[in-house]
């Protein structure tokens, strides 16, 4: 079992940045693949990132590549998403999870999500 928490979202204007953390409980943080997905107000959750148990692996949708950094601190137990140059577009409920199954863009194929964390990107 394990239990995540999504914190750092905010508002921000547009060109701006944030850093999104996810902390998580147990010992066996350093065994997962994590994942970042989004949710905007009716429309489905989508793939933002993700990273390998080592790190060693990153993966971004083509929307954010250029942009957002996922990395991760296994002494900390905590995976990051670094944001840069923010849109409008960006405005979402940021979630992170648990990786179980490939491919590693689709929901379905993540367990153990955390409550999710606001980001609005103002114009």
């Known amino acids: 079992q394990v239990q995540l928490v999504e914190s750092g979202g905010g508002l921000v204007q547009a060109g701006g940045s944030l850093r999104l953390s996810c902390a998580a409980s147990g010992r066996t943080f350093s065994s997962y693949d994590m994942g970042w997905f989004r949710q905007a107000p009716g429309k489905e959750r989508e793939f933002v990132a993700a990273?390998?148990?080592?790190?060693?692996?990153?993966y971004y949708a083509d929307s954010v590549k250029g942009r957002f950094t996922i990395s991760r601190d296994n002494a900390k137990n905590t995976v990051y998403l670094q944001m840069n140059s923010l849109k409008p577009e960006d405005t979402a409920v940021y979630y992170c999870?648990?990786?179980?199954?490939?491919?590693?863009?689709?929901?379905?194929?993540?367990?153990?999500w955390g409550q999710g964390t606001q980001v609005t990107v103002s114009s």
């Open positions: 990273i390998t148990r080592s790190g060693g692996n990153t």
């Open positions: 999870a648990v990786r179980v199954r490939w491919p590693n863009d689709r929901p379905s194929t993540y367990d153990y």
